[in-house]
């Protein structure tokens, strides 16, 4: 059995958690959750740098993260589903990096408020990671993306647009009536993502 260790609220785990079910592999992982913060939390082992989400493997070995992970996953049910072969294969990971681009500097500002006191933000900082996400969003508004099945460009933007609404309330919604279609077609389309919302 493999175990993904992760956490409800994490997008990057949540990702890997979409594709586990798309793929049909919920018999074959078990998920356990991580404290990041937490010393003696075997994550710290199991990832040299306590990261989440980690595939801890049948042999013991690891892999992370979310990318390197979904893609083991996709081999091992057989390849090709989330990660297609041939050009298609980088408009992919193209669409995922650029998903998992907004996550990271979404989490940034997340980070900014939540370890740092009112008195030493950093507003610039707060600013310029704001900027990286209205610029991805203002990209995928002009064209979101087509798709026949979900793969991991897709799922990656789902659980994207998933953590602004968690973290920052659905702000993005007012401006981005293509996105908001969008993200309600692919939840219409893969139980699974609501199935990983965070409802803490």
């Known amino acids: 059995m493999l175990i993904l260790r992760s956490s409800p609220a994490s997008p990057f785990g949540r990702k890997v958690k979409i594709a586990i079910a798309e793929l049909g592999l919920e018999d074959q992982v078990e998920i356990v959750p991580a404290d990041t913060n937490d010393p003696a939390d075997p994550l710290r082992r199991q990832n040299p740098l306590g990261k989440i989400p980690t595939l801890v493997l049948e042999g013991g ?33 193209r669409l995922q990096a650029l998903a998992d681009g907004i996550c990271d500097a979404a989490l940034l500002q997340v980070y900014e408020t939540r370890f740092r006191t009112a008195e030493t933000r950093n507003a610039a900082w707060v600013e310029n ?27 990656a933007l789902a659980c994207a647009l998933g953590y602004l609404d968690l973290r920052f309330a659905g702000s993005w919604r007012a401006a981005h009536p293509g996105l908001v279609a969008w993200l309600d077609g692919f939840a219409a389309r893969v139980p699974a993502f609501e199935a990983t919302r965070f409802k803490g």
Not at 69 to 80: K, N, P, R, S, V
Not at 129 to 155: C, D, H, N, T
């Open 129 to 155: 990671q704001a900027g990286k996400v209205a610029r991805a969003l203002l990209s995928l508004e002009a064209a979101p993306p087509a798709y026949e099945r979900p793969r991991i460009g897709e799922i």
């Open 61 to 93: 070995g690891t892999l992370f993260d979310s990318r390197v992970i979904a893609e083991y996953l996709d081999h091992i049910a057989g390849g090709g589903r989330l990660f297609p072969h041939g050009e298609a294969r980088f408009a992919q990971l």
